[in-house]
């Protein structure tokens, strides 16, 4: 809550003499009090005494307890409704159907007629919807590309973190050589450990 600023004698004073200054003197000390009423920083509410802080930085304050933050994230994802529901609402808000390729072309930049522009868009399209329906576009043949869409963003919404890496694996049936691996942010070490520990990603997803 912010205090009011009575004017003080001076202020009064001023006020009949040099109105005008006086009004810019008393906006500037409101200005002042405004500033210095963030009440998450005061110590005098009886919430706020026990409450001791030590200055650090955005790694420093979360590295340390991301395991276990991550593994109450997860637990509240499946055992707690409203978590649930908030995720799963995220989720259908942000994904929705998932990401779609629309190829469009400038042919006049690319010097290509309108029908050749057109005849590729269409071929691109045909491409993507091909290699992204099929489950050979997951690393683990498990999910097709929307419903990876989704994995992300509820791996990301649960651990706050997530990885995807391009793979190239030889699949007779693949339309596109390419597969996609998401890795759970867990597989990531924190930065300083050691070089041989920086990144446990199982050889087998490699």
């Not at 996609?180 to 490699?206: F, I, Q, S």
């Amino acid at each position: 809550m912010i205090k009011p600023v009575a004017p003080t004698l001076m202020d009064r004073f001023l006020a009949g003499v040099a109105p005008n200054f006086a009004t810019r003197r008393y906006h500037a000390r409101l200005s002042l009090n405004y500033m210095g009423q963030y009440a998450g920083a005061k110590s005098n509410p009886a919430a706020l005494k026990a409450w001791k802080t030590h200055p650090g930085s955005a790694d420093s304050d979360s590295l340390g307890d991301l395991p276990a933050l991550r593994s109450r994230s997860r637990d509240l994802g499946r055992n707690n409704p409203i978590a649930a529901g908030a995720k799963q609402t995220s989720k259908s808000n942000v994904v929705g159907s998932g990401l779609r390729v629309r190829a469009k072309l400038n042919p006049k930049l690319l010097g290509m007629s309108p029908e050749a522009a057109e005849l590729w868009e269409r071929k691109s399209e045909t491409l993507f919807d091909l290699w992204a329906q099929s489950k050979l576009c997951d690393i683990t043949l498990t999910q097709n590309f929307y419903e990876l869409q989704g994995l992300v963003f509820t791996t990301v919404f649960e651990s706050g973190d997530t990885f995807v890496l391009r793979r190239t694996p030889k699949r007779p049936n693949a339309v596109v050589p390419l597969a996609l691996n998401v890795v759970e942010a867990e597989l990531r070490a924190p930065p300083g450990l050691p070089p041989d520990l920086a990144l446990r990603v199982p050889r087998a997803l490699l």
